[in-house]
């Protein structure tokens, strides 16, 4: 799979896009979410993952992971920020930790999904429509209405009102508890809001950001 030649300096910022081959589905059910979920949380690092069956079973049956959190700066690829799965798409926010970080972590990513969807779906052929899309955030302003537009993309499938409730987004670990600690890092995002919930002043933040009417749908 060819990979777009963007350069991912250190300490940027990423915006990554990417969505099924010929607009086609990349997640079925929960348990292609789920195990989709798991790779963006657990290859930011070099670590091998060990049974991933056994981890996705435990994230359906109890909403979280079976594993140890290993995100220490030294072996990390990048930071992920944020995140969005669609029927047919994904959104990541992400932090560029080396120099081929982000390349290696959408190799790590992209190729093992797809070996999982052929193999459980008996197809072959690409799954995603090509190269990763990367939109290098150049400032802060940029960062902020970044985040909003991935948190605001369960609209497009009924959640308008109600865009925390999306379980397969991190915008509900934005606004409470973060389900998955060093492995989600919103603190660049979240140190930016005003009051003693930032939490929430986020939230509110989001709705009425117009992001997801923004010119940023370009991107799509």
Partial sequence: ?????????????????????????????????????????????????????????????????????????????????????????????VKALTDKGISAYMQKILNGYSKYFNLRYDQSGHLFQGPFRAVHIKDNEQLLYTSAYVHLNQREIGYRGRETEYRWSSFSDFVGENRWGELLDPSIILEQMAGPDRGKSYKKWVEESGAKESTLDDID
């Fill in 1 to 93: 799979m060819p990979y777009r030649q963007t350069p991912f300096a250190p300490d940027e910022y990423f915006h990554l896009v990417n969505r099924g081959n010929l607009h086609c589905d990349i997640f079925r059910d929960d348990g292609d979410k789920a195990r989709f979920l798991f790779y963006l949380l657990y290859f930011q690092n070099n670590s091998s993952p060990g049974n991933i069956n056994r981890h996705v079973k435990k994230f359906l049956k109890n909403g979280y992971f079976d594993f140890e959190e290993e995100t220490g700066e030294k072996d990390s690829l990048v930071r992920l920020i944020s995140f969005s799965l669609m029927t047919n798409h994904f959104h990541l926010l």
